[in-house]
Each structure stands twice: as structure tokens, then as C-alpha cells.
């Protein structure tokens, strides 16, 4: 999903989103990817341009970058640095998103509290005690 890459000051190549560096590399460990790909059962055809899994990990970091609607998601698709780091050569635009997430039905909904509960389970607990994360986004 995302080269492995050293963090620091070299006054090119900057962006005002890097903190989504390190919330991708929590993406990664906590194998959301591959949890996307095999738990969420829209079909795409295997030379489509963008997955679901692809979309919905692109989502979630433009509304961490502070996107409160589709179009906002140009937050990251003008970010050059981002782009690079995630290897994202491509980046959808707002209709993409749309036709890719009118696919949803309640059962892919399901599908994606599946996932929270693979997470939970395999990452929230401590001493025999689940502990939840909450991320608060504004709106």
C-alpha cells in the first residue's frame, strides 16, 4: 500500500498533510488493506483503475486531511508528496468515488462492522479487556 519511508526536513517534496504518514502506516499494521480486499464482496473487474478497498482507504485519509465533502477529496489528490508515498500514480475523481460507493448496499455495510470486529478483537484487547479507539471528526 505504502513505501516504507524515512520522515524528514529537506525543504522539497513538503506537504501539510505528512501526519497522514503515520496514520497510514497504522492502516497497514493493522491489515486493513488486505481486510478491505477479502472481507468486502463488491465485485469490481480485475482492470478497473480503483478497487472499493482502494476508494474507501483514500476516503478515510482525505477526511483525516480535513475533507467534510467529495469535493474536498482534491485535499489529497493535489497533494504530489501523498500521492508518491501512497502510490497512488492515479487518484479518482468525485464521480468515481460516487459510482464506486453507490454500489453499497446494508450487506457491505455489515461486511465493514465485520472488519471493526476482526480489528477489535485482534488489536483492542488488553489484559482480557477490550479497549476501543475513538476518532472524533468534527463536522
Given at each position: 500500500?505504502?513505501?516504507?519511508?524515512?520522515?524528514?526536513?529537506?525543504?522539497?517534496?513538503?506537504?501539510?498533510?505528512?501526519g497522514?504518514?503515520?496514520?497510514?502506516?497504522?492502516?497497514?499494521?493493522?491489515?486493513?488493506p488486505?481486510?478491505f480486499?477479502?472481507?468486502?464482496?463488491?465485485?469490481?473487474?480485475?482492470?478497473?483503475?480503483?478497487?472499493?478497498?482502494?476508494?474507501?482507504?483514500?476516503?478515510?485519509?482525505?477526511?483525516?486531511?480535513?475533507?467534510?465533502?467529495m469535493?474536498?477529496?482534491?485535499i489529497?489528490?493535489?497533494?504530489?508528496?501523498?500521492?508518491?508515498?501512497?502510490?497512488?500514480e492515479?487518484?479518482?475523481?468525485?464521480?468515481?468515488?460516487?459510482?464506486?460507493f453507490?454500489?453499497?448496499?446494508?450487506?457491505?455495510?455489515?461486511?465493514?462492522?465485520?472488519?471493526?470486529?476482526?480489528?477489535?478483537?485482534?488489536?483492542?484487547?488488553?489484559?482480557?479487556?477490550?479497549e476501543?479507539?475513538?476518532i472524533?471528526?468534527?463536522?
Amino acid at each position: 500500500m505504502m513505501k516504507n519511508i524515512k520522515v524528514e526536513f529537506t525543504e522539497k517534496n513538503l506537504t501539510g498533510n505528512a501526519g497522514l504518514v503515520c496514520f497510514g502506516r497504522f492502516i497497514k499494521k493493522l491489515g486493513l488493506p488486505d481486510l478491505f480486499s477479502n472481507l468486502i464482496s463488491i465485485e469490481r473487474a480485475s482492470n478497473a483503475d480503483y478497487q472499493a478497498k482502494d476508494v474507501i482507504i483514500m476516503l478515510i485519509m482525505a477526511v483525516l486531511a480535513g475533507a467534510w465533502h467529495m469535493s474536498h477529496v482534491l485535499i489529497i489528490r493535489a497533494d504530489s508528496v501523498l500521492r508518491a508515498i501512497f502510490n497512488w500514480e492515479k487518484f479518482p475523481v468525485n464521480s468515481t468515488f460516487s459510482r464506486i460507493f453507490k454500489l453499497f448496499s446494508h450487506c457491505h455495510c455489515n461486511e465493514l462492522s465485520e472488519i471493526e470486529s476482526v480489528v477489535r478483537k485482534k488489536y483492542g484487547e488488553r489484559n482480557g479487556q477490550v479497549e476501543s479507539l475513538l476518532i472524533w471528526i468534527p463536522l
